[in-house]
């Protein structure tokens, strides 16, 4: 996608393309995330490809997608592709691939070096979404780490 720039501020946005059509044309629904965090996916076109697709309940989808267009942050998912099928907005976002809530700390501690690491990414994201998105909700399984490492929010 490219960015576009906006006026005033100079800060860079997504174009958010929004498909009209069922997003199981383009994905291949693998199982639902726990915690009613979405479906895990995978691109038709690349299988090794995964992403988490869930459903928007915006009241504002319109709103919602403007805000979206404004999210980039290394500390927060990407946003893939955004569909509208059936009265439903979808929104497809990269896969992260373990929430906090999977971790078992009472069986394999973490160092103490861990947890700030993993707390000073997730204050990095936070800030930036409560600039970008004053009334966005979090809650402990939208904290995810990858498999490399990363800490992100989505």
Request: net charge negative; aromatic share 8%.
């Amino acid at each position: 996608s490219a960015p576009v720039a906006t006026t005033g501020q100079q800060k860079l946005r997504h174009l958010l393309r929004i498909e009209f059509k069922d997003p199981k044309e383009d994905y291949t629904f693998i199982h639902e995330i726990r915690s009613n965090q979405g479906m895990l996916v995978c691109h038709r076109k690349s299988r090794f490809h995964l992403a988490v697709i869930r459903e928007s309940f915006s009241p504002t989808p319109l709103q919602m997608l403007e805000v979206l267009a404004q999210i980039q942050h290394p500390n927060i998912a990407n946003i893939f592709d955004v569909y509208y099928h059936d009265n439903k907005l979808w929104v497809v976002s990269e896969y992260v691939d373990v929430s906090m809530l999977d971790l078992e700390f009472k069986r394999l501690a973490p160092e103490e070096w861990e947890i700030a690491t993993i707390i000073g990414e997730v204050i990095k994201a936070m800030t930036y979404l409560l600039d970008t998105v004053p009334a966005c909700g979090l809650h402990i399984d939208s904290v995810r780490l990858s498999l490399k490492g990363d800490v992100k929010l989505g």
